[in-house]
């Protein structure tokens, strides 16, 4: 179906006119439906406007400007319920809300979050960042409406990868069984589980959900009642006939009514299937194929690329480069990862749906048959690294942090607790600026520090993080390395550096009366405050085991101990150092600096470090406050 796409000159000059009058969903259901199509070229050029300048998500946005148009056309949010998954889809969801002044302040500090959340508007009536959460919490919703005799229809959005993921296909089985108003609505943007969508299941689409289907069905199953044969054989050949025109089977079977496949981008198609749809009753799935990135060449050309960017030249589509010269942490992994498997065929390396963000493009190219994507499904990609080790493989589990915490049981259980070799590279470790509490890695010391049998390193520079790299990978058992977003201080990297010794840290500088005990991301600035308050300070370098010799030294030769964490406090790294110099019975005094125990809102990196006092001039402060007490 031909469309238009934007140049940069169309997105500055256009009059916004339309979408200027519409401060809420209200105003959008004032309109005639003929001017609803001029309002999604204007969302979609005011989008790319916006995302252009301030970095975060397009292409997936771009792809459901149309369905998010009809959804709040037809249904009466906020009343109505609409629960977007992961949240990477809202953002013209939150242009139509009340909120398109603010998106030029999109994921920066003091303005909107990149992802729905219930705090910041009325409309966001689920807080999402990870995924294939949509159903479920969307179930919930309508079976409380159910429960206080509420009337409202509730609408989960999810896309198909997040339909992917175990805790979706559970919600979808609860559902079917449940007697509540629920739509779901599968944006399929990418997967060919669809047949080519145009003229005719539009049609079939418009007349399964509207009223003369629907009320010859169930009439049909009314006057049939007492013909159970003859029942059964028309319910087959419904069956049938829906089956042979669309991939309704396993959604019918679920409990669910399947509608579809329509196109994502004909508004009255959208319009006119989501009025249907809402007057109906039960539990219903509406299938909508969209394009990632339509409307925009480059997105269309590149939607992995321009799935989440940096701000870029909306005229070229160039990304604006990081300010950082150097490699990122995630691109040092990637390299040693490849130099590894070329001296080692047992490696194998696993992501759940982030071979992109984990560094694992390059792997993939060279070692096809050692690349395992399992999509978004995170138990899976544990134990399947369980798996393979209990074969004499040695497989590395490429992670962020945030998604390692829906993976906690398998860490523990399949990995740690039968003590099987299997490495865990851990990504975004720490704060992760603009994208804010969703997907900080604030808890992972946190978590995996009580496990048996499982070693933790945090590296202080980019020539570390390989080196520990080398070390978890020769080490056999479980080893997690635990590196943050973005660049490190610009060490070179030596790609022949040996291996760690296992549990031992360094001091890298000499002073009196304190000594910083600094754990990965956080050794420059403590170095750096080290400096200014004449202390020792300690690269740690192990959260587990940890450096006894070292720790119990520096007890012995200053009067406080400070250590230094891009973690929560609680249970994290410094919690370890106390829980030993109690154990021998050491009094010293210590204190702890880390994430405090509140959630960090998005800014840029270095923002959210001075905020919780955790950069050079933080550590000085805190430092100078406990020798003055």
């Given at each position: 179906m031909p469309h238009r796409t934007l140049s940069d000159s169309g997105v500055a000059s256009r009059r916004r006119s339309l979408l200027d009058s519409i401060d809420s969903p209200a105003d959008l259901r004032a309109l005639p439906q003929s001017q609803l199509s001029d309002i999604a070229h204007e969302l979609r050029s005011f989008l790319i406007e916006c995302v252009s300048q301030t970095g975060g998500h397009l292409a997936a946005g771009l792809g459901v400007v149309e369905l998010t148009i009809g959804?709040?056309?037809?249904?009466?949010?906020?009343?109505?319920?609409?629960?977007?998954?992961?949240?990477?889809?809202?953002?013209?969801?939150?242009?139509?809300?009340?909120?398109?002044?603010?998106?030029?302040?999109?994921?920066?500090?003091?303005?909107?979050?990149?992802?729905?959340?219930?705090?910041?508007?009325?409309?966001?009536?689920?807080?999402?960042?990870?995924?294939?959460?949509?159903?479920?919490?969307?179930?919930?919703?309508?079976?409380?409406?159910?429960?206080?005799?509420?009337?409202?229809?509730?609408?989960?959005?999810?896309?198909?990868?997040?339909?992917?993921?175990?805790?979706?296909?559970?919600?979808?089985?609860?559902?079917?069984?449940?007697?509540?108003?629920?739509?779901?609505?599968?944006?399929?943007?990418?997967?060919?589980?669809?047949?080519?969508?145009?003229?005719?299941?539009?049609?079939?689409?418009?007349?399964?959900?509207?009223?003369?289907?629907?009320?010859?069905?169930?009439?049909?199953?009314?006057?049939?009642?007492?013909?159970?044969?003859?029942?059964?054989?028309?319910?087959?050949?419904?069956?049938?006939?829906?089956?042979?025109?669309?991939?309704?089977?396993?959604?019918?079977?679920?409990?669910?009514?399947?509608?579809?496949?329509?196109?994502?981008?004909?508004?009255?198609?959208?319009?006119?299937?989501?009025?249907?749809?809402?007057?109906?009753?039960?539990?219903?799935?509406?299938?909508?194929?969209?394009?990632?990135?339509?409307?925009?060449?480059?997105?269309?050309?590149?939607?992995?690329?321009?799935?989440?960017?940096?701000?870029?030249?909306?005229?070229?589509?160039?990304?604006?480069?990081?300010?950082?010269?150097?490699?990122?942490?995630?691109?040092?992994?990637?390299?040693?990862?490849?130099?590894?498997?070329?001296?080692?065929p047992r490696l194998m390396a696993i992501t759940p749906a982030m071979c992109e963000g984990s560094g694992l493009t390059l792997f993939a190219k060279r070692f096809p048959s050692r690349f395992f994507d399992v999509g978004i499904a995170e138990q899976h990609a544990v134990t399947l690294a369980a798996g393979m080790a209990c074969e004499g493989l040695k497989p590395v589990v490429a992670i962020y942090s945030s998604f390692l915490q829906r993976a906690y049981d398998q860490l523990i259980h399949d990995v740690c607790l039968q003590n099987l070799d299997v490495t865990f590279a851990v990504d975004r470790g720490g704060l992760v600026g603009p994208d804010g509490a969703t997907h900080a890695g604030s808890f992972d010391l946190s978590f995996s520090r009580p496990i048996p049998n499982l070693i933790i390193l945090a590296p202080a520079d980019e020539n570390e993080c390989r080196q520990m790299l080398k070390t978890a990978f020769e080490y056999e058992g479980p080893a997690m390395v635990r590196y943050p977003r973005g660049g490190g201080p610009g060490v070179d990297i030596d790609p022949h550096a040996p291996a760690l010794p296992i549990g031992r840290g360094e001091i890298i500088r000499n002073g009196q009366r304190v000594a910083l005990l600094a754990f990965g991301s956080l050794v420059p600035a403590a170095l750096a405050a080290g400096e200014t308050l004449d202390a020792t300070v300690a690269n740690m370098r192990f959260v587990k085991p940890l450096d006894q010799e070292l720790i119990l030294d520096v007890a012995a030769r200053h009067e406080l101990l400070v250590t230094l964490e891009e973690n929560a406090i609680a249970g994290g790294a410094g919690s370890g150092v106390s829980e030993l110099l109690a154990a021998h019975g050491v009094l010293v005094r210590c204190i702890h600096l880390g994430l405090p125990d509140f959630y960090i809102e998005h800014a840029e990196h270095a923002a959210q470090l001075a905020s919780v006092g955790l950069n050079r001039d933080g550590i000085i402060a805190s430092v100078q406050a406990a020798l003055a007490q």
């Open positions: 959804l709040h056309y037809v249904f009466d949010t906020p009343h109505d319920r609409l629960v977007w998954d992961v949240g990477h889809q809202a953002y013209p969801h939150k242009i139509l809300t009340g909120r398109r002044e603010q998106m030029l302040q999109l994921r920066q500090q003091g303005g909107p979050s990149g992802f729905p959340k219930r705090s910041e508007s009325e409309y966001d009536c689920f807080g999402v960042g990870h995924s294939s959460t949509s159903i479920g919490a969307a179930l919930g919703m309508a079976l409380a409406a159910k429960q206080r005799g509420e009337r409202r229809t509730v609408i989960a959005v999810i896309g198909d990868g997040a339909l992917g993921a175990g805790m979706a296909f559970e919600a979808l089985n609860h559902a079917g069984s449940m007697d509540v108003d629920l739509i779901v609505i599968l944006n399929d943007n990418e997967m060919s589980i669809s047949p080519p969508v145009g003229a005719i299941s539009d049609h079939l689409a418009r007349l399964l959900s509207g009223k003369l289907y629907n009320t010859v069905r169930e009439g049909s199953k009314t006057a049939l009642a007492g013909l159970p044969q003859l029942r059964h054989l028309v319910g087959r050949w419904e069956e049938h006939m829906k089956g042979m025109l669309m991939p309704s089977t396993l959604f019918e079977e679920l409990g669910f009514n399947y509608i579809g496949p329509i196109d994502g981008h004909d508004l009255d198609s959208v319009v006119a299937t989501l009025r249907n749809l809402k007057g109906m009753t039960g539990q219903r799935l509406l299938h909508v194929v969209t394009q990632k990135g339509r409307g925009y060449k480059f997105a269309e050309g590149q939607p992995t690329i321009y799935h989440g960017v940096t701000p870029f030249n909306r005229d070229t589509g160039e990304l604006r480069k990081g300010s950082s010269s150097g490699p990122s942490y995630t691109q040092i992994f990637g390299s040693w990862l490849c130099d590894a498997a070329a001296r080692d």
